[in-house]
């Protein structure tokens, strides 16, 4: 093969194209942190050294409450949410792989603050389901840490489908029928 190419490049007047082969091949670029800093300018007025200096206000961060861009909230719900890793877990892989200090009590609180963040979405979800007229709903059991037990406990998380739209979860400890959302028990 590597011939060929050889004498192409040796008289490409005398070879003519005809086509291609291709490969595709999976590949990945791990994680990268970074901080993102934001300039913010203040500026004094030159012919006034008396006056204060201005500055416009800096502004507010994407998630209230933290210091966390969406991309790096949405990596925080992924490793918690999908990927099933407790926050000491995360706050092991930030500090082991990345040299990242950042303590689980802040990962708990940035959590909430995005949970918070999201809460609209969650909320317009839940009412399209409450106005479903079919809905499927299924329990799966998930163990769960209780703080200060020291063991696993048994918990559920219900899901309901909509066939035609939406997909709602709820927690609960239990699987019986108290446990189903009470919007839907009460709308019969």
């Keep these: 093969m590597k011939q060929r190419i050889a004498e ?7 070879w003519e194209e005809i086509g291609e082969d291709y490969q595709d091949l999976w590949d990945m670029t791990p994680a990268h942190y970074f901080i993102r800093r934001i300039l913010n300018k203040r500026y004094k007025h030159k012919s006034d050294k008396l006056s204060p200096p201005v500055q416009a206000p800096m502004p507010s961060p994407p998630i209230a409450g933290t210091r966390c861009t969406p991309g790096f909230a949405a990596h925080l719900l992924i490793s918690k949410y999908c990927d099933h890793l407790p926050q000491y877990r995360i706050e092991q892989r930030l500090k082991t792989r990345y040299g990242i200090e950042m ?3 802040k990962l708990n609180r940035w959590n909430t603050a995005i949970a918070e963040r999201l809460r609209p979405i969650w909320e ?9 007229k079919y809905l499927q709903i299924d329990e799966t059991p998930i163990r769960y840490l209780e703080p200060g037990h020291g063991k696993t406990k048994q918990g559920y998380l219900w899901i309901y489908n909509d066939p035609h739209g939406a997909v709602y979860y709820d927690w609960a400890t239990g699987r019986g029928h108290e446990n189903p959302i009470a919007d839907i028990r009460q709308r019969g």
Aim: proline share 11%.
């Design 103 to 105: 303590p689980r009590q």
């Design 124 to 132: 317009a979800i839940k009412q399209e389901i409450l106005a479903s």
């Design 8 to 14: 192409v490049e040796a008289d490409p007047d005398k």
